[in-house]
């Protein structure tokens, strides 16, 4: 039983460039939050996603949009890249009214 | 606003020595509390979760932690350690009626010889 995946594993961007980082919930959930953990800090919430809506956003600027697919699979954009968002980006999954989620393996970005 | 605060950023402790990595919250509603390892290069993996009940909870690798709503403490411990256990560790707490994890900054294990 696949996990969550998480693509691609490693990114570089230019400053002011957009990026997609892509996520496949693990099987059965249809919950997905995105996390962003910069070096040696804990990861922060992005957003979350449920049924195709952002059911809570956290303190992060507009730049950073997503999107839920059908499949429960799920989109993270962000523009106008600073040198600041460069951080591992984390995915989680879950099914609605679980608590605890599971985590993928991460995209490392870095913004040069 | 709700916070999580692990005082040790980092923890040394000898092989099959034990050990106690501390994490305190701040809140005054309900809290579902977790620990979270992350090994190199990895995503996060769960240890354990206390959602309400018995204030002792067992985890995954001889892992377990103890509710304290008095001291608003949730610290995970281990009677043996081995150096496969070096990682980083994070405590987590959800708020009822919230869907996000408040993370602390963690703490880094390592398992000495």
């Known amino acids: 039983d696949a996990g969550v995946t998480q693509s691609p594993t490693h990114l570089i961007k230019t400053r002011g460039q957009q990026v997609t980082l892509r996520c496949s919930p693990k099987?059965?959930?249809?919950?997905v939050s995105w996390y962003q953990q910069a070096l040696g800090q804990g990861p922060q919430f992005i957003f979350q996603?449920?049924?195709?809506?952002?059911?809570q956003r956290g303190n992060f600027p507009d730049r950073f949009s997503g999107h839920q697919f059908p499949n429960y699979s799920s989109e993270l954009n962000v523009n106008a890249l600073l040198l600041g968002d460069s951080a591992l980006y984390l995915c989680?999954?879950?099914?609605?009214?679980?608590?605890?989620?599971?985590f993928g393996s991460g995209t490392r970005l870095t913004v040069v | 606003a709700q916070s999580v605060t692990q005082l040790d950023s980092q923890v040394p402790v000898f092989e099959e020595a034990p050990v106690e990595l501390r994490c305190n919250y701040s809140?005054?509603?309900?809290?579902?509390l977790f620990w979270y390892v992350q090994y190199p290069n990895q995503g996060l993996q769960l240890l354990l979760k206390?959602?309400?009940?018995?204030?002792l909870v067992k985890g995954i690798n001889g892992f377990e932690a103890e509710f304290n709503k008095s001291q608003t403490s949730f610290h995970l411990r281990k009677p043996s350690v081995h150096i496969s256990d070096t990682a980083e560790y994070f405590c987590?707490?959800?708020?009822?009626?919230?869907?996000?994890?408040?993370f602390g900054t963690g703490t880094r294990l390592k398992v000495l010889a």
């Open positions: 989680a999954s879950s099914y609605v009214g679980a608590e605890g989620y599971t």
């Open positions: 099987s059965g959930h249809d919950t």
């Open positions: 996603y449920y049924e195709e809506e952002e059911r």
């Open positions: 809140s005054s509603v309900s809290v579902y």
């Open positions: 206390y959602l309400s009940g018995s204030t």
């Open positions: 987590a707490v959800i708020s009822s009626g919230t869907y996000k994890y408040i």
